[in-house]
Every structure is written in C-alpha cells, then in structure tokens.
C-alpha cells in the first residue's frame, strides 16, 4: 500500500524526535511504522506530522509525538511485555506500544472514543489490543500484574489502584500535576518498593474519576 505521509513520518522522526534525545532505535522505528494521520479526523490530516497535540473530539486531543515518544522510552517495553494505558484517546499511543510488541490493555473513559479508537486499531489491523470504556484510575485487576503501565492524562497523584496492580520490576509513567502545571514521572518497582524518577514538563488533558480529578478542572 503506498502511504502518501511516509516520508512526512520520517521527518517527524528525525525532527522531533531523535534531535530531542529519543535514543531506543525500536521506538523511533515503531514511529516510522504507525501512520498517525489515521487516529485523527480526517480535516486535520495535513497536520498529522506536525510538532504538537490535536484535537479529537469531545474535547480530547491526541498527544504530540514527542511526548507519546519519551513515555514509551521510559517505559521500557520489551516484547511480551504486559501493559496497561490510561486514556486510549485516538489509540495512537495503543499501536506504538503494539508495534514494540507489547499485549495492549487499554482503558478510555469516554466510550464514543473508546468505540473510535477500537474502529481505527481494527482497521489498521492491530492485534494483541484489548479495550474497554471506563474508569482507569481503577486500573484492570483482573488482567494484573502489568510489566508497564502508562497514564496518558494529567493526575493530581499516582492512582492506588494502579501502583498495585504494577509488577516488581515494573515501570509506571504518569505526568502529575505539580505547581500549576504537569511533571513526568516514571516509577519503578522493585521487592523493596517504589522509586520515583522526575521528568520533564508536559501538558495533558486530566485524568478524571475515583483517584483522579473529581471533575474536570477545566471546566
Ligand atoms: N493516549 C491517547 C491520548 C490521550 S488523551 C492517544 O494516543 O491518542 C487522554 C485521554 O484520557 C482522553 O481521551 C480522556 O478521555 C481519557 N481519560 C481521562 N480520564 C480517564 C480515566 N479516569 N480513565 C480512562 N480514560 C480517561
């Protein structure tokens, strides 16, 4: 199939993210694989490369690839690794994390992107991806341990459920809210407990239910 974005993609890659530091060759080659212009309205399509975040819907967005890029990094996913997303959103961050060969659980609280994002995967043909509409913050017992687990939405703190439900070994990534805006944090499991890493800033729309916001803060 010829894709009309290839070489737009490989820019993205070489622009936005190795400049930045994006240094696990695996990651920059799932980047170059995913076609992003698939998990966006079809208006905003010439913007699918572009450096920064896009609307969705329902007022969600789709995160900008580098910050999707670092997530994945730090989350150090090696195939068969179990992992866990909060917030499928467009389900860009699904396909990444699949294309690394991970096995996919995801949770989107809005059901309408939730259906959307289960339409695209399919259609793209992405296997290992299983999804359901709810609330994340209780993570998905049943499924745990996770090797990895990744909170694409703002949090006022790491979720209980979720640092539970983290194998030892395990890495959580989750940017917090901290002094009005958002830091990066990756932590980590080992049989003593947790060790918590600070990243860098970022911006994402919040993480709303039981152990999240209670509503919207933007609202
Ligand atoms: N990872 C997505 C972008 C996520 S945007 C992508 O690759 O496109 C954050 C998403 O988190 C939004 O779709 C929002 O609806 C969802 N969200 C917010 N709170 C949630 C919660 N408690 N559980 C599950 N999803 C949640």
Redesign the pocket.
Same mark, same amino acid.
């Given at each position: 199939m010829t894709d009309p974005y290839r070489i737009e993609r490989e820019r993205m890659v070489k622009t936005q993210l190795k400049k930045r530091g994006i240094r696990n060759s695996r990651v920059l080659e799932a980047f170059k694989r995913v076609p992003r212009h698939h998990?966006i309205p079809k208006k905003l399509a010439d913007q699918a490369y572009a450096d920064g975040?896009l609307a969705?819907g329902?007022?969600?967005?789709?995160?900008q690839p580098y910050m999707?890029a670092i997530m994945t990094q730090s989350a150090e996913i090696v195939p068969g690794n179990r992992v866990l997303?909060? $917030?499928? +959103?467009?389900?860009?961050?699904?396909?990444?994390l699949a294309e690394l060969g991970a096995e996919v659980y995801?949770?989107?609280?809005?059901p309408a992107?939730c259906e959307q994002?289960r339409k695209t995967l399919r259609r793209l043909n992405y296997q290992d991806i299983h999804s359901r509409a $709810?609330? +994340?913050?209780?993570g998905w017992e049943e499924e745990a341990p996770f090797d990895a687990i990744?909170i694409?939405?703002g949090a006022p703190e790491i979720?209980k459920p979720l640092l539970d439900q983290l194998a030892i070994g395990g890495r959580l990534v989750v940017p917090l809210e901290e002094d009005y805006s958002q830091v990066l944090y990756i932590v980590r499991r080992s049989k003593e407990g947790f060790h918590r890493e600070r990243g860098e800033r970022c911006t994402?729309?919040?993480?709303?239910?039981?152990?999240?916001?209670k509503k919207d803060p933007r609202a």
């Open positions: 998990f975040p969705i329902e007022s969600q967005t789709i995160s999707v997303e909060i $917030g499928s +959103g467009s389900g860009y961050q699904c396909a990444i995801t949770i989107e609280r809005i992107l994002a $709810g609330n +994340g913050t209780l990744l694409t939405a979720p994402f729309v919040p993480l709303i239910g039981k152990h999240g916001w």
